[in-house]
């Protein structure tokens, strides 16, 4: 617990005093002059000259050549600010950003171009496209970008918390949120395609648009991984409370996995309306992420959710949903199949269960059978909503090969060979060499059986044989005594 309070408390010593609030904030790096070395898509664009725009308030008069009319500011991040704008030549809202002014410097800009040419291959329906990079008259970068109208994802749960209390998110609502999570995770999948990680996936970086649209913003600290599809930062960069374990390192080593990490956290604050760690102060945020990585889940979380929510926020990065697309597919299934994953969650426990049991010397066989049987139907019934479900069914094969040795152990021979039928036909190729074992013991079993059987069969007709000797000999002796009793009468 030391070690994770000191990381914490000299981690938060090098995030900048104005950026505190734990959930709103993303701390960005120091940037020095070695950018070459740690943003390569700089140092190759850097001598690209960026086309002359003429940006000024809609108010200034005398002006014949604007090509960007700046309105009000509607956003504002850890380096940037936004503003709502109007492009004259195509007579279009757009929204620009450009470097806040107390946070400008030659590392600032070149960051905000970094950002554009990232967002400019990312041509994705969830992400905001980038029109146009180009210098205004005092020689400042701007990023033009479409204007999304719409409401932060981070104010739509809050009204929901408002609405329904501090309970679970759930009924038609959750099935909402998690439509709109879909679309979430669909950008992030696309990303991770190009080789991009976001680095700061939260609700209040997504946007609802007024006609149900979807916005993944912000993608200021986004960064490109390198061929080992890996990427080595040189800080904390991100919001704490959304932030993966592997973040917080002096020497962070990021991948795909860390925003599927981000995308479970998000997931998180949907279903229970409040952000995985919390805390007063960003140093006791990190400390909660470091000490205790994967949040407290409480009753009331639908199991299937649970378990892939749990699965995206493991602490180990291997232990993870190995990519976004990944969570994706389970996601979708979650969500078109909600009675059969709760189904699911139920025989994953059953199937815990009989593992436990068979390693248990003093199992209650008659427990076994009941488990077993419900773990058994209850895959199959989801296999027969689901044929294609890979997972589902090693689960069926893990089950059958349970219930067969157990079969076995109890001499159910005609059961045992039943059993074995079925997985072979599910487990195929792979599942040869298991079969082959537990066909042998249910023949060297029967053949133990037939020569217990022979054995008793053998003991019977000698029981038998000596009976009707006694017998035999009873009846030769009462035969003499009747031949001797009339020969006498008769003389």
């Known amino acids: ?27 960005q790096v120091s940037l020095s002059d070695d950018l070459d070395e740690r943003w390569p898509i700089i140092a190759e664009s850097s001598g690209r000259t960026l086309s002359q725009l003429s940006v000024k308030g809609k108010d200034d008069a005398g002006e014949t050549s604007i090509d960007i009319a700046v309105g009000n500011v509607i956003g504002s991040g850890g380096l940037g600010v936004v503003h709502a704008a109007e492009q004259a030549c195509l007579q279009r809202e757009v929204a620009i950003k450009r470097v806040r002014p107390d946070r400008r410097s030659d590392a600032a800009e070149q960051q905000l171009q970094r950002e554009a040419y990232l967002m400019g291959r990312l041509e994705h329906p969830a992400i905001p496209p980038a ?15 479409r204007w999304i109208r719409g409401v932060s994802w981070s104010e739509k749960l809050a009204e929901h918390v408002s609405l329904h209390g501090k309970g679970m998110l759930e009924g038609a609502a959750l099935r909402s949120e998690l439509n709109n999570f879909v679309r979430v995770c669909e950008a992030v ?32 600290i986004s960064v490109e991984l390198k061929e080992d599809k890996t990427y080595n930062a040189i800080g904390f960069a ?64 639908p199991d299937a959710l649970e378990m892939l929510c749990r699965k995206a926020m493991e602490a180990d990065p291997n232990d993870r949903y190995a990519s976004a697309r990944a969570m994706l597919e389970d996601l979708r299934y979650v969500i078109e199949y909600g009675e059969l994953t709760e189904l699911e969650a139920d025989c994953d426990r059953d199937l815990r269960a009989l593992v436990e049991m068979m390693e248990s010397r003093d199992a209650d066989l008659s427990t076994f059978d009941v488990v077993g049987t419900r773990c058994r ?3 199959e019934r989801i296999l027969h909503g689901w044929p294609a479900n890979v997972s589902v069914s090693r689960k069926l094969e893990k089950c059958l090969y349970l219930l067969c040795n ?44 037939i020569a217990k059987g022979d054995e008793l069969s053998m003991s019977i007709q000698v029981r038998l044989v000596d009976k009707l000797t006694v017998k035999e000999q009873q009846y030769d002796e009462l035969m003499a005594a009747y031949n001797k009793l009339r020969q006498s009468t008769e003389e």
């Open 377 to 379: 139907f209850g895959l």
């Open 1 to 27: 617990m030391s070690d994770a309070k000191d990381q914490a408390a000299w981690l938060a010593s090098t995030i900048p005093s104005d950026l505190l609030p734990t959930v709103t904030c993303s701390p």
């Open 189 to 220: 999948a696309f990303s991770h395609s190009q080789g991009i990680i976001h680095r700061d996936i939260k609700p209040a970086n997504i946007v609802i648009g007024q006609y149900g649209e979807v916005y993944l913003l912000d993608w200021g």
């Open 131 to 145: 029109y146009l990079l180009g210098v205004s008259d005092d020689k400042e970068p701007v990023l033009v970008m």
């Open 406 to 449: 157990a079969e076995i152990a109890q001499q159910r021979i005609a059961s045992a060979r039943s059993i074995l039928s079925q997985f072979c036909e599910l487990a195929g190729d792979a599942g040869v060499g298991r079969a082959d074992v537990m066909r042998r013991r249910i023949d060297a079993l029967a053949d133990q059986l």
């Open 238 to 301: 991100g919001t704490p409370c959304f932030a993966a374990p592997e973040m917080l390192g002096r020497a962070p080593k990021l991948d795909a996995r860390t925003d599927v990490f981000q995308l479970g956290a998000t997931l998180y604050n949907i279903v229970t309306g409040c952000p995985p760690h919390d805390g007063k102060t960003t140093e006791e945020v990190f400390e909660e992420i470091l000490s205790s990585p994967v949040p407290v889940f409480k009753e009331g979380w």
